[in-house]
C-alpha cells in the first residue's frame, strides 16, 4: 500500500507569510507524529496526534506553529507570520500502535526556506 | 546532556569493511531502539529495531543492545559505496501527555557515514 505522502515538497516562503503543510499518513495508522529537522540535525519532535485528538503539542517552538487532524487521517500543520528560524524539514510520521512493535514510517517531508 | 548520543563522524570505511555505529540514551525506561537510514535530501527510512539485549541480525546489518550500560550499535558488514548516508539512532520511551501514555521517539543528531571504493 501507499506510504506516508507530503505536500508541498518544497515551499519557499517570504518572512511574514502563512504556510501550511500536509501530511497523508498510512491508511489506518491512529498515530501521527510531526518533526523539524534542521540541517545537519536529527528530527526533533513538534507533536502528536492519536487519531483525532493532538495528545502532545509540547515540541511546538511558538504559538505560530499549529497543527490539526480533524477526522483523524489527513493533518495540517500551520505556521504563520514565518520567521528565518523556521527553515527546516518538516517530517510527517505515522504508526500503527500494537503491544509489541512500534514503528514510525516517515514521509518524503517538506522543505521549507524562509527568505 | 542530550537524551541520545551518537558518535559525531563523520565516518569514512573502505568498500568491504565493517562500519561500525554507536549510540547512547540517558533514560533507562527506554524500551525500544531504532536505526533509520537517511540519504541525503531523503526523508529517514526504518533498517533495524532492537527490543531486547543482545545481537539482532538482518543480512548485512546486526543490531546491539545493552541496557545496562545503556548502549547500541549497528554493525554494517561488507559495507557498500550504497550505504554512505546519515545514519539515525531513536530511541522509545514513555511520555505522559493529558493522562494517556504513548511510545515516543527520541532521535540522536545521526553519524554520516561514507564507504569509499
Known amino acids: 500500500g501507499a506510504g506516508v505522502s507530503q505536500s508541498p515538497r518544497y515551499k519557499v516562503a517570504k518572512r511574514g507569510q502563512d504556510v501550511a503543510l500536509r501530511c497523508d499518513p498510512i491508511s489506518g495508522h491512529v498515530s501521527l507524529f510531526w518533526y523539524q529537522q534542521a540541517l545537519g540535525q536529527g528530527p526533533e519532535f513538534l507533536t502528536y496526534f492519536q487519531n483525532e485528538a493532538q495528545l502532545d503539542k509540547s515540541g511546538l517552538p511558538s504559538d505560530r506553529f499549529f497543527a490539526e487532524r480533524p477526522e483523524g487521517s489527513v493533518s495540517t500543520l500551520k505556521i504563520q507570520r514565518t520567521q528565518q528560524e523556521d527553515s527546516a524539514v518538516y517530517l510527517c510520521?505515522?504508526?500503527?500502535?500494537?503491544?509489541?512493535?512500534?514503528?514510525?514510517?516517515f514521509g518524503p517531508g517538506t522543505r521549507l526556506t524562509v527568505t | 546532556q542530550k537524551e541520545v548520543e551518537q558518535n559525531s563522524g563523520p565516518l569514512s570505511v573502505p568498500e568491504g569493511a565493517i562500519a561500525s555505529l554507536n549510540c547512547t540514551y540517558s533514560?533507562?525506561?527506554?524500551?525500544?531502539f531504532f536505526w533509520y537510514r537517511q540519504y541525503s535530501g531523503k526523508s529517514p527510512e526504518l533498517i533495524m529495531s532492537?527490543?531486547?539485549?543482545g545481537d539482532k541480525e538482518d543480512g548485512r546489518f546486526t543490531a546491539q543492545l545493552n541496557k545496562a550500560s545503556q548502549y547500541v550499535s549497528l554493525l554494517i558488514r561488507d559495507s557498500q559505496p550504497s550505504d554512505s548516508a546519515t545514519y539515525l539512532c531513536a530511541v522509545k520511551g514513555w511520555a505522559n501527555a493529558g493522562g494517556t501514555s504513548y511510545g515516543k521517539l527520541t532521535f540522536g543528531q545521526g553519524t554520516i557515514l561514507t564507504v569509499h571504493p
Open positions: 532492537i527490543y531486547s539485549n
Open positions: 533514560d533507562r525506561g527506554s524500551q525500544s
Open positions: 510520521a505515522s504508526s500503527s500502535r500494537t503491544a509489541t512493535i512500534y514503528e514510525q514510517y
